[in-house]
């Protein structure tokens, strides 16, 4: 069974940093992408950043930058390390796994985190 397990988050002063984690159990496709997510309170969930197996990273245009996604392959964590953070940021961050690569991610396929909440004070 696929589990996805967040912790991390908190609230943090604009300016500041904070890591998400996500420890990733089961998955067990050959190729496959592994993201980090945000909906704010009114707003569509976005996708933040994610990387593939083969090493690809992909942040969108707000985050490049101040975040850095990465994977610990050893331990099958997701990490994401967020520098420099607006309140903007604020949001319920998810990870998701979903089959894929080459740029192409299934994410309507994929299996997510139960959520951490990001609150930046100003």
């Known amino acids: 069974q696929v589990q996805l397990v967040q912790s991390g988050g908190g609230s943090v002063q604009a300016g500041g940093s904070l890591t998400l984690s996500c420890a990733v159990a089961?998955?067990?496709?050959?190729?496959?992408?592994l993201g980090w997510f945000r909906q704010a309170p009114g707003k569509e969930r976005e996708r933040v950043a994610h990387?593939?197996?083969?090493?690809?990273?992909w942040y969108t245009g707000s985050v490049q930058g101040r975040f850095t996604i990465s994977h610990d392959a050893a331990q099958n964590t997701l990490y994401l390390h967020m520098t420099s953070l607006y309140s903007e940021d604020t949001a319920t961050y998810y990870c998701?796994?979903?089959?894929?690569?080459?740029?192409?991610?299934?994410?309507?396929?994929?299996?997510w985190g139960q959520g951490t909440q990001v609150t930046v004070s100003s």
């Open positions: 089961g998955y067990s496709e050959n190729k496959y992408c």
């Open positions: 998701a796994a979903a089959p894929g690569g080459g740029g192409y991610c299934s994410w309507s396929r994929g299996v």
């Open positions: 990387i593939e197996t083969t090493g690809y990273h």
